[in-house]
């Protein structure tokens, strides 16, 4: 569901409760500029902001409940169908060999990445941006999914989005690892060529037992759920972890190259 249908539904509301669009920043107490440039489509509306028109409008949930949905499919459409499976996982485990995987990634160093080229209008950078930012909630589930990531030495040496940005997307990586449940290895540039260099990927583990595998390239991703690329990527993973740096060494190795205490 878009936002757009969303902005029709509060609309509705307001009409059949006769309230108008000052009515309504008068009674959420939210100022009529933010109320009219979020019926207009100009700002993003809150959960905050949905739940407060709820309940002045008697809609039983119902504006909370379309925005939740318009918030899930928030993002490119074939990203949609992954952020189920991602939000369901009780195990993740990502490899990338460029950069720093999205779900560990600061909103600077996610700006740059996304930013780069020129190709996304600024508007399309910020909704991508705040989707990447939003995936990292997962975290912070009450049981969060165990997660072991992958990556190569390269990526922590290339400056995306400059020296300062980089230096703090090392300070996060390090800030992550103490969580219990997530696990960082590094593949040294000493190794050389190994599996993980054609393309980044990410295996879930669902609760159901099944597995399903999100795999990027140039210009899309692909959700796939075939037993046999996933018995490959599966191969490949042992393959990357035994090529990679203890997580202990991992880490001594991210803060030598981190330039800032």
Same mark, same amino acid.
């Given at each position: 569901? $878009?936002?757009?249908?969303?902005?029709?539904?509060?609309?509705?509301?307001?009409?059949?409760?006769?309230?108008?669009? @000052?009515?309504?920043?008068?009674?959420? $107490?939210?100022?009529?500029?933010? %109320?009219?440039?979020?019926?207009?489509?100009?700002?993003?509306?809150?959960?905050?902001?949905?739940?407060?028109?709820? @309940?002045?409008?008697?809609?039983?949930?119902?504006?909370?409940?379309?925005?939740?949905?318009?918030?899930?499919?928030?993002g490119p459409s074939w990203f949609v169908p992954w952020r189920g499976y991602e939000q369901q996982a009780t195990r993740l485990r990502a490899s990338e060999a460029c950069l720093v995987p999205g779900l560990l990634q600061t909103e600077r160093y996610a700006r740059a990445v996304i930013s780069a080229g020129g190709l996304n209008a600024p508007a399309m950078v910020d909704e991508l941006v705040a989707v990447r930012m939003e995936r990292q909630q997962l975290f912070r589930r009450d049981e969060p999914p165990h997660c072991v990531? %992958?990556?190569?030495?390269?990526?922590?040496?290339?400056? %995306?989005?400059?020296?300062?940005?980089?230096?703090?997307?090392?300070?996060?990586?390090?800030?992550?690892?103490?969580?219990?449940?997530?696990?960082?290895?590094?593949?040294?540039?000493?190794?050389?060529?190994?599996?993980?260099?054609?393309?980044?990927?990410? +295996?879930?583990?669902?609760?159901?037992? !099944?597995?399903?595998?999100?795999?990027?390239?140039?210009?899309?991703?692909?959700?796939? !759920? !075939?037993?046999?690329?996933?018995?490959?990527?599966?191969?490949?993973?042992?393959? +990357? +972890?035994?090529? *990679?740096?203890?997580?202990? *060494?991992?880490? !001594?190795?991210?803060?030598?190259?981190?330039?800032?205490?």
């Open positions: 569901m $878009k936002v757009e249908m969303w902005i029709r539904a509060l609309k509705a509301a307001r009409a059949g409760a006769e309230v108008s669009q @000052e009515g309504l920043a008068t009674l959420i $107490k939210w100022s009529p500029s933010t %109320v009219a440039a979020i019926e207009t489509g100009r700002r993003r509306p809150t959960m905050e902001f949905a739940v407060a028109a709820d @309940e002045v409008l008697s809609t039983g949930g119902l504006l909370a409940s379309l925005l939740d949905a318009a918030d899930k499919e928030r990531f %992958v990556l190569d030495e390269a990526a922590l040496h290339r400056p %995306v989005g400059g020296p300062a940005v980089l230096d703090e997307q090392l300070g996060r990586l390090l800030e992550l690892a103490e969580l219990p449940y997530l696990r960082l290895h590094v593949i040294p540039l000493a190794v050389g060529e190994h599996v993980g260099l054609g393309g980044g990927f990410v +295996l879930a583990e669902l609760p159901d037992g !099944d597995r399903a595998l999100y795999l990027e390239n140039a210009a899309r991703g692909h959700v796939v !759920d !075939d037993p046999e690329m996933v018995n490959l990527i599966d191969r490949k993973w042992d393959s +990357l +972890l035994g090529e *990679a740096l203890s997580t202990g *060494a991992s880490l !001594d190795l991210i803060r030598k190259l981190k330039v800032t205490p």
